[in-house]
Every structure is written in C-alpha cells, then in structure tokens.
C-alpha cells in the first residue's frame, strides 16, 4: 500500500468516527497560486475549547453550525462579547486579540487558519461576521470541503479546499443577504468602527455625538446595534478600557497615581480610585504594591 493510500485510510477512519480533526496544510504541494492559501484546516463535531488568555497571532474564519447553549460570552481584550445566539454563524477572527471564555458552549464547527501578512487578501475579498441559513448552495459546498478531508495528503487538493472556503464564506453571506433586511442579523459594522475608535483613543476626552455623526448614526439605533454585540454599555467599555492601561502602568511605571490617572483617561483622581476600587477590589495603591507579588492579584470579574 502507497503511503498516500495509508494516509487516505486513516483520513477514512477519522472522519467515519467523528473526532475532531485538524489538518496543516503548509507542505502539500499545490498547484495554483491561489492569493489566499489555508494554512490549517479544522472541522470539531464536539468542540469544546475554552480560552484562557490566548492570543490570537493568525486569521481564524470559522462557522459555527450547531451550539449546545443558545450563547456564548468571551472577554475580547478584556472586554466582554456576547454572540448574536444565531446559528449557523461565520466568524472572523483577527490577529492580535485576546480571548478569554467566560460561558462557553460545545458546538460543532468548521474553521480555516490563514497566516496574519494575509491581512490584504483578507480585506480583499471582503469577508465579515455574519448569521446565515443553511441554503442548497452552501449544504453543498460544505458537503464537497467534508469531502476532501479523505485526500487531503493528495497534490492539488490544497488548491481546491483554498477555493471552497471562500466559495463556503460568500454563500453564508449571500444566504445573510437573502434573509432580508426585517430578518437579516449582519452586524453593523459602524459599531465595530466605533469600538475600535474607543480602544485606540480611550485615553483622551470622547464625545459620542460627533463620533455618531460621522458614521451616519443616531443615538438609538448605535445603543440598538451596541446592545447585540456588547453585554456592558459604551461608558462602561471606555472605562474598563483605561483601568485596564491603569493597571500596566501600575505595575511596571514609577509614575505617581494622579498621573496615571491623567494618562489613562480620568479626570478625577478621586473617581479613578472609585472605579478601580470597585473593578478590582482594592485601592490602585494596593494594587501597585501587589504586583510585586503576582499570585496576590485580584481576579477581573
């Protein structure tokens, strides 16, 4: 027996057992030169992996097609993220974030794993979260990427699955689009403008009417969107934000509190030390102290 027909066996043998597999495929031999090539492949009937601090260092594009529990709730940077509940979903995930899982769920997903200088083909082919149906058009090219994964060690299979899975993301959204806009639940990406706006200039004094103004938004369709993407409000991720620069220059500054107060954002030395009391659980003084002992810390809620 080849050794590509061994390998096709046991490809065989995985996916008749439902396990979870992934699949790196950097060294198969492709073809054709496709400008988005998948680095690892992965499909997980019963995917329970829970974050603990991890750093997304590649782009992740994943969809979510069963979940045990309707949500799931991830810190993103420190910052809690609660899922639309939709599924089936199509997620993109960037690098440079930090997920911790807060409640998570068993689920059933597919995902690919693309290097991060693909950043330009990424954009390029403009993929975006979204909640979609499960239509003939997608059933079928899923059924055709299920497929492959017992020839993957084949030459040229590569070349096809880095089609499919775009040929996969824009028949979820074609499906999102289809819904309608009474049903669709496409996020609002001027939220997402916005909230990376906050995480880039939480330091300084932010006025939400101009901010809102220039993304063509009212106050309550922005609060309306905010709400199905974010389980604390606007005021409060700014200020979970700065406490959090608060606590790196705590730790590792000689910079008097008042400063870092200034630095960080507040104002008011006197309602920065309310805030953080009441995040942490004792005085900024206390924490500075601390950190020189780590495994004293005070746990984020």
């Known amino acids: 027996m080849g050794e590509c027909d061994k390998k096709l066996r046991y490809c065989v043998k995985m996916e008749t057992t439902m396990e979870n597999m992934t699949f790196d495929l950097r060294n198969i031999r492709r073809y054709l030169d496709f400008p988005l090539k998948i680095e690892t492949i992965g499909f997980r009937p019963k995917n329970e992996w829970v974050h603990r601090h991890n750093r997304i260092t590649r782009y992740y594009l994943c969809f979510v097609l069963k ?43 597919l995902f690919f794993v693309y290097s991060a200088e693909a950043k330009p083909q990424i954009e390029n082919f403009h993929l975006r979260n979204c909640d979609f149906e499960f239509t003939p058009s997608f059933n079928d090219t899923f059924l055709r990427i299920k497929n492959c994964f017992s ?37 609002d990406e001027r939220i997402f403008l916005i909230s990376n706006y ?3 200039h939480y330091s ?26 974010y389980t604390i409000s606007p ?5 979970d934000l700065r406490l959090k620069s608060a606590c790196e220059q705590l730790a590792h500054s000689q910079q008097k509190i008042y400063e870092i107060a200034a630095e960080c954002g507040f104002s008011d030395p006197m309602y920065f030390n309310h805030c953080f009391t ?14 020189l002992f780590p495994e004293q810390l005070p746990l984020e809620d």
């Open 67 to 109: 979940r045990e529990k309707p949500f799931t709730t991830t810190k993103v940077n420190g910052v809690l993220h609660r899922s639309s509940g939709h599924v089936p979903h199509m997620g993109l995930i960037r690098p440079g974030n930090v997920l911790d899982s807060v409640v998570s769920s068993c689920q059933e997903e």
């Open 151 to 187: 020839r993957l060690q084949c030459p040229g299979v590569a070349d096809r699955l880095d089609w499919l899975a775009i040929e996969l993301a824009q028949e979820a959204m074609i499906s999102a689009f289809e819904k309608g806009p009474e049903k669709a639940e496409l996020p």
């Open 198 to 200: 906050f995480q880039i």
């Open 204 to 229: 300084e004094p932010v006025t939400l009417g101009p901010l809102l103004k220039k993304h063509g938004m009212t106050r309550r369709t922005f609060y309306r969107e905010w709400k199905k993407y």
């Open 235 to 239: 005021a409060q991720f700014l200020i």
């Open 278 to 291: 009441a995040h942490y659980g004792c005085t900024p003084l206390a924490y500075r102290k601390k950190s």
